[in-house]
């Protein structure tokens, strides 16, 4: 005589998983050694944000000169994002990252001790050129370890590392700069040291190997039409955001008469509402359509960029923080999981330098975009950054059969 066993509805036990481990489980090891030594280093990442003062206050520089200083940086920051995508898929990820963040660390400790204008040229075009060397590596290492349902997750949740390390680095970094510059590029050396050791040590070398991983070149990338236009709206993107570092405290202090003060505060909920949002959103974004997910983030960037012509209080200004915000979070791990969806294996690192190649463009270009527009009027500035966001958004509706078929 057998016994049955009743598998109805009411003899079914469904567990669901824990609530922490649906947002933050079934991801590799090797991706949270990525993610803590991202997090290190955006802690220790306090140079950058205070070199301007640190050159004039401290080398006495005239702001000119600063400014000239500051150009070289972007342009070296323009070169890094190819070089280290050539480097990332001959040499290799681990090899890249590590090295890159060595790198780094040389090239700080050699600005905090240069006291000269060619010595000071020298340093910054050299950390312009190595300080971002770890992202087109960092995101093959992603898309090489990470699998393609789980990877808009992935990307999200280093993002929301990196906004974490920033808001503590750069409010520790305030502190520190009034007890003495030094400290600033020992700390931000160390913490890069720190994370090329953890890499090396915790995370394998992903890239391909065989004859193929060595094939290939920009070339190939650039045949490529649709990671080509999709450059192009991830530099529309970009545009946008950067007028956060640009145009917007300038807009803000001097044309809608906020103080610096009111900015901080207002500025400020973009840091929360990443922190607290971005972990509990990114594995549903993730489930969604990639190209119609990252339009509507564009678009919703559009709109809160637009709405700041308007402007004339903390209140306001609060009000199209939380918008664009908004869709920044939506934007956040999409992008990197396109590229990794439309590169080859063996050309990921490549197509991530490409991808990082917008961005460097876009500290170039959006303050030669906003500055002009701005003397115009803030409805000029903003409402052609509003308009770029729709554009955008519009050519990634465009792009989305193809990165589909893809």
Known sequence: MSTATSSGPSSRVVRKPAFLRSKLGGLPRPFWALWTGTLVNRLGGVVVP?????????????????????????????????????????VGRRATLAGGMLATAAALLALGYSTSMPAILASMAVLGVVTDVYRPASNAMVADLVDPEERPRAY????????????????????????????????????SVLFAVLVWRAVPETRPAGREAASGGFGEV??????????????????????????????????????????????????????????????????????????????????????TAFVTSTFWLAVTIVVWTAGEIVTAGIAGSIVATLAPPHLRGRYSGLFGFAWSAAMVLAPALGGPLLEVGPEALWFTIGGIGLVSAAGMLALGPAIRRR
């Open 156 to 191: 999200g949740l280093l993002f929301w590392g990196i906004n974490v390390g920033y808001a503590l680095g750069m409010t520790a970094g305030g502190w520190l700069a009034e007890r003495g510059f030094t400290w600033l590029f020992w700390i931000d050396a160390v913490s």
């Open 222 to 307: 650039l045949r490529d039409r649709l990671m080509v236009a999709f450059t192009l709206v991830v530099l529309g993107d970009a545009l946008m955001y950067m007028q956060t570092v640009s145009m917007l405290p300038v807009a803000i202090t001097r044309v809608a008469g906020l103080t610096p003060g009111q900015l901080g505060v207002a500025m400020a909920l973009n840091g929360v509402l990443i922190v607290v949002v971005q972990p509990l959103v990114s594995d549903w974004l993730g489930r969604r359509d990639p190209a119609r997910t990252f339009a509507v983030g564009l678009a919703v960037m559009g709109l809160g960029f637009a709405m």
């Open 50 to 90: 205070f070199t301007g003062v640190y050159l004039t206050q401290e080398r006495g520089l005239s702001v000119t000169a600063a400014g000239l200083v500051m150009g070289v940086y972007g342009v070296g920051s323009l070169v890094s994002q190819i070089l280290a995508g050539v480097l990332t898929d001959r």
